[in-house]
């Protein structure tokens, strides 16, 4: 018998390096400072997890529940506000046909939210709220069907594109006999979320041709896209916020006035666009000369292999550092205090010092804090979604 | 002097190249018939991948004329892009497009340029993988396959355009040893198949069972040619011959 193993016989590798206890002994137990630090983490995460519980559930939740609406929607005027909920509702249908239609990760920002509504509805006091919650919840579930029914992609894209229209016409009014209500009523969450998509909406576009410009061949767009970058990255968000307000009014014709939500929308987008011209400007160089090389050799011209070969892929590279500008858009969002409109933390700031809510600071800033927390972990979770679809790293 | 000699499928003369103060293309004439398969050859810096480069226009010539199909290369947008219908590319690198599948990657140009509908392009993408051999690995990306397989959707990619002449940039360079055979083996069958061919290569096998005409570079110069018979054994120039010495061992 020769010394040669069979490789026909299935050893199994033994149990204490493999499976759970496996990975505890490996990765947390693994040496005696290893094994210290586990011990350290854990009282800490202990501590803190108790700390929050009996936070949660020995603190005064009134100052929340009263201000809820200022929370959500601001001074919008009361007899309006189911616009507001309209406008939601239109979100929840759209976004259940998507989920149909598309999937992937659409599916699973759709299962998110409805998630995110189930447990509102659970956690709500009022039974008018939780009836709303659970019917969006069932908006979603008839886009569902609707997408089912009508297997029409193109629909849906026009939907989605009509969409900002209509809810921007839907909450501010003056058609339809709607009344209007003017954005300077607009607050809190709801006016986070209009500042917060319009910039990230309209600032990409802009930033991607920024970037594209700075390419440019033609050097008097080249020296545009240069100094518009470089003023706008040399220059703090409130300045620009500051000089939207007060600069904007001087470029508009005679007697046309513009609201002050509008020009901050501007401000914000002008902005976030020259930072991500820079980060698209990265991902442009990431891309070797070959790949425009190809594409010339089977007959391209500039714009094709902008769109189709050399833009996705650039734009797949800089997913992280996109997704990074807008989070921090929209948080920055609540620096519009500056030119005195009241967003979620304005909001929040108002309420605690109001007087009979003295002292209950804590509650409202966990409150706020869990909101901005939910809606940025939403957006990182869809950016590592997206990344796993296209297949960033891997081709 | 007719530019329409049918027969003339590529004419260069007096071609000079310079990048910034490196002469790197000295006064290249080269001709080429319909059909002909060429095999550009010599040491590395000699100018053979800046001369086929200059053919689709990926390099600009400073001075001379090239001639491509009766249209002229110049700086008219619409001759260049005439001209690059015409002529297909595969490259050393492959430059495969990684975020498309082999069928999209071959499918891309007829869709977008010649304006052909989806199920026309794909039937073709398809005709095409089965000539190159894979036809198996049409809904595969890029980096899901092996080198000589990328090599050859290039090559099915290059031909989705219909062109009359083929342009090889060292198409097996990069390649591991076991996959030369199987690109060069479609690059043979082209060759049957009438195709016009340039293809700058070390590979000398390939060169003499396929080339009707091999042309030795050495400092951005053209410094001979001839058949591949005559080449191998009967080289004229010295540095022809020191050069076939080092490759052939």
Redesign the interface.
Same mark, same amino acid.
């Given at each position: 018998m020769s010394g040669m193993a069979t490789i026909t016989d299935t050893i199994k590798p033994p149990v204490t390096s493999v499976g759970v206890l496996g990975w505890l002994r490996k990765n947390l137990f693994s040496s005696w400072f290893n094994s210290l630090l586990t011990i350290v983490a854990l009282w800490l995460i202990y501590n803190f997890v108790v700390g929050l519980w009996g936070f949660v559930t020995t603190a005064n939740w009134n100052v929340v529940i009263v201000n809820l609406r200022l929370f959500m929607v601001g001074r919008y005027t009361l007899e309006q506000v189911w616009r507001v909920q309209v406008s939601v509702a239109i979100l929840a249908f759209l976004l259940g046909a998507s989920w149909r239609a598309w999937g992937g990760i659409i599916q699973q920002i759709g299962i998110s939210i409805a998630a995110l509504f189930v447990v509102l509805a659970l956690l709500a006091f009022e039974t008018s709220s939780r009836v709303y919650l659970a019917a969006n919840v069932a908006l979603i579930a008839i886009g569902f069907g609707f997408a089912h029914l009508v297997r029409s992609r193109g629909l849906l894209v026009a939907l989605w594109i009509a969409s900002p229209f209509v809810i921007a016409i839907l909450l501010y009014g003056g058609v339809g006999g709607l009344p209007i209500v003017a954005t300077d009523l607009w607050g809190g969450l709801l006016l986070t979320f209009a500042l917060a998509v319009s910039g990230i909406v309209l600032s990409f576009p802009l930033g991607v041709l920024l970037a594209l410009g700075r390419q440019s061949s033609y050097p008097v767009i080249k020296w545009f896209s240069i100094l518009y970058i470089e003023i706008v990255r040399g220059v703090p968000l409130v300045t620009m916020l500051f000089t939207a307000q007060i600069v904007l009014p001087i470029f508009l014709p005679e007697g046309m006035t513009v609201e002050r939500v509008v020009r901050v929308m501007v401000g914000f987008t002008a902005f976030t666009a020259a930072y991500l011209a820079e980060v698209v400007r990265g991902g442009l160089q990431a891309i070797?000369r070959? #790949?425009s090389? !190809? !594409?010339?050799?089977?007959?391209?011209?500039t714009i094709?292999i902008l769109w189709?070969?050399v833009l996705? #892929?650039a734009i797949?590279v800089v997913i992280p550092a996109i997704v990074q500008q807008f989070i921090s858009l929209f948080k920055d969002t609540s620096l519009v205090a500056i030119v005195g409109l009241l967003d979620l933390a304005g909001i929040a700031n108002s309420v605690i010092s109001q007087k009979e809510f003295l002292g209950l600071q804590n509650e409202v800033l966990v409150f706020i804090a869990a909101i901005y927390f939910v809606c940025c972990y939403v957006m990182t979770y869809a950016s590592r979604r997206l990344e796993k679809r296209?297949?960033v790293g891997?081709? | 002097m007719s530019e329409n000699q049918s027969n003339d499928i590529i004419i260069a003369r007096d071609v000079h190249k310079w990048y910034g103060n490196f002469h790197a293309l000295r006064g290249v004439s080269m001709t080429l018939k319909r059909g002909e398969v060429v095999v550009i050859f010599g040491p590395s810096g000699s100018g053979k991948s800046t001369f086929i480069r200059t053919l689709? +226009?990926?390099e600009e010539h400073q001075r001379g004329t090239i001639i491509v199909d009766g249209i002229e290369l110049n700086n008219d947008t619409r001759n260049i892009?005439a001209i +690059?219908?015409e002529?297909? *590319?595969v %490259?050393q690198?492959f430059?495969? %497009?990684?975020?498309l599948t082999a069928m999209d990657n071959i499918a891309?140009?007829p869709l977008?340029?010649r304006k052909w509908t989806r199920d026309k392009a794909e039937k073709m993408a398809m005709e095409l993988l089965e000539r190159v051999g894979i036809p198996e690995q049409a809904d595969k990306?890029?980096?899901?396959l092996s080198g000589g397989q990328q090599q050859r959707v &290039?090559i099915a990619? &290059?031909l989705? *355009?219909q062109p009359k002449i083929m342009l090889f940039d060292e198409p097996t360079s990069a390649l591991d040893p076991e996959m030369i055979k199987e690109v060069l083996d479609v690059m043979t069958q082209l060759a049957k198949s009438g195709i016009t061919m340039i293809c700058v290569t070390h590979e000398m096998g390939f060169a003499n069972a396929v080339a009707n005409r091999m042309v030795f570079f050495d400092g951005g110069q053209l410094i001979e040619e001839g058949t591949p018979e005559q080449i191998f054994n009967n080289p004229q120039h010295d540095r022809t011959k020191l050069f076939l010495s080092q490759i052939l061992h």
């Open positions: 070797g070959g #790949q090389e !190809a !594409a010339k050799a089977i007959g391209l011209n094709q189709l070969i996705p #892929q797949r296209l297949g891997e081709r | 689709n +226009r990926l892009e +690059r219908s002529v297909g *590319m %490259f690198q430059n495969l %497009f990684p975020h891309l140009a977008w340029v990306y890029p980096n899901q &290039a990619r &290059a989705a *355009m």
